[in-house]
């Protein structure tokens, strides 16, 4: 047998590998529905308050936090949202963040007059929480009880959140953390004060699933695919991830006050914040974050482009954790050593295998337009079995945009017609999908890589407050 024949086997055991990789989705889904999606529960207040006397507790006090720069569009609706959560008004505040550079920029309509008109209006309005703005100095240093330096300090969403801790009610013993188009579940502080009740650990963190499918309609056919391999994975594989590693997403997060205030807060330089605040947290405090199944929706970047600057932000901020813990040798060596392989496998090792498997039909085409690749006999079935992993890629895909069409802003038939039709482009988005991934190794390699936090942009969806007032 000679070498053409030989590429051409190894071709169609890569595909049959590959395509069992795939069938781990329905691994993940059993482990994630049989330990959390299956045991999601109904949780009323008057339950609550029970459990709470017979624990000898106090009901929890929660304090969102939402850093909100340059939102808006998005930000009236997402507090009105908030607002409506299942909890007593007494036990929640709300505390918006933004910049004060926002205000520099000379918007006709910033956040920060979305915000205020909002406490205004809550002031007229019985039964709602307590609405808190904050804004984020220029020359704010980002250290958690940080000062004013008199210089401009870049902004990032660490440093953001570490300003705003330090307005939570005295009482708090949660925080969450939600960004500024998040709209989550609306018994979900129900739930999260459930579990706090009824655990006797300490030093607790509770992640939640993000959609981020709100805005499908608006997506571009790359980014459509994007946003809903995204919630799969937020449903199917976070739970199993896990229990690997202590990853926190950043929104939908729930922390204990207390556990912040004993970890100094969160890490302004990092690129991502989450992640390194779960790493830490678990380092220093032996804390290990829960899945808990209430979900919140969000957005995806419209287009190809904003996404990609996105997750390049992230496999950058991966990539820098990785590095920061890898420098630091005040930690217990078998514990980071533990959590550096995990960061390790489910980061670079990861991103490259992907990143190798979707250029292998590439290449097995040039090569078989060199000759070098030569068709073997294999039996029949083989062939045909081959030939139907199209269909059952393609058909999967459908079946998860079904599975999370109810999310989705509805646009019309038409909109859902088109959507139908730009599905098809899953192998063109297979292979740009992991290029962000990819190009901050690249970057990486050559010293490059991003320094600086960018925001991501976002979708316009109707405000509860009229902007016009405004201008």
């Given amino acids: 047998m000679g070498l053409p024949e030989k590429i051409y086997l190894f071709t169609v055991g890569l595909y049959i590998f590959f395509f069992f990789l795939f069938l781990r989705y329905f691994l993940w889904e059993n482990y994630a529905r049989k330990h959390y999606w299956c045991k999601r529960r109904t949780i009323t207040l008057f339950e609550l308050k029970k459990l709470a006397r017979e624990k000898k507790k106090k009901l929890p006090m929660f304090s969102i936090l939402v850093p909100a720069r340059e939102e808006a569009e998005v930000i009236g609706q997402t507090i009105e949202h908030l607002s409506k959560l299942n909890y007593p008004p007494n036990l929640l505040e709300i505390i918006i963040i933004t910049d004060e550079k926002e205000l520099q920029k000379g918007a006709s309509v910033t956040t920060q007059q979305v915000v205020e008109a909002k406490i205004q209006e809550f002031k007229k309005r019985k039964n709602v929480p307590v609405l808190k703005h904050v804004i984020v100095p220029y020359d704010f240093d980002g250290y958690y009880g940080g000062t004013l330096t008199g210089k401009v300090v870049p902004s990032t969403k660490g440093r953001a959140l570490n300003y705003g801790l330090a307005f939570i009610d005295k009482n708090s013993d949660i925080c969450g953390f939600y960004d500024a188009e998040s709209h989550p579940e609306l018994d979900v502080l129900l739930y999260i004060a459930y579990r706090w009740l009824i655990s006797d650990k300490k030093n607790l963190i509770w992640q939640g699933p993000v959609f981020q499918v709100r805005n499908f309609f608006f997506l571009s056919p790359i980014t459509k695919i994007a946003s809903l391999y995204q919630a799969l994975a937020h449903e199917w594989y976070l739970p199993v991830l896990m229990r690997q590693l202590p990853f926190v997403g950043g929104t939908n997060l729930f922390i204990e006050s207390r556990l912040l205030r004993e970890i100094g807060g969160f890490d302004y330089n990092a690129l991502t914040e989450d992640l390194e605040i779960g790493v830490r947290a678990f380092l220093e405090r032996d804390a290990w974050p829960e899945y ?180």
């Fill in 292 to 471: 808990f199944p209430y979900v919140s929706t969000e957005q995806t970047p419209q287009t190809y482009k904003a996404f990609f600057r996105q997750r390049l932000r992230w496999a950058s901020g991966h990539i820098q954790v990785v590095e920061k813990f890898k420098n630091t040798f005040t930690y217990d060596l078998h514990k980071k050593n533990r959590i550096l392989k995990t960061l390790l496998l489910k980061g670079e090792i990861e991103w490259i295998l992907y990143q190798l498997a979707v250029l292998v039909p590439p290449a097995i085409f040039l090569l078989s337009l060199k000759g070098w690749v030569k068709p073997v006999a294999i039996p029949g079935y083989i062939n045909y079995l081959l030939k139907s992993f199209v269909f059952i890629y393609v058909g999967f895909t459908y079946y998860i945009y079904f599975r999370y069409l109810r999310y989705m802003k509805d646009r019309g038939p038409l909109r859902k017609l088109l959507a139908i039709v730009e599905l098809l482009a899953l192998p063109l988005a297979a292979f740009l999908l992991p290029l962000p991934y990819s190009y901050a190794l690249v970057l990486r390699a050559l010293n490059r890589q991003p320094k600086t936090w960018c925001k991501t942009p976002r979708t316009r969806e109707i405000p509860d407050v009229t902007l016009t007032m405004y201008k």
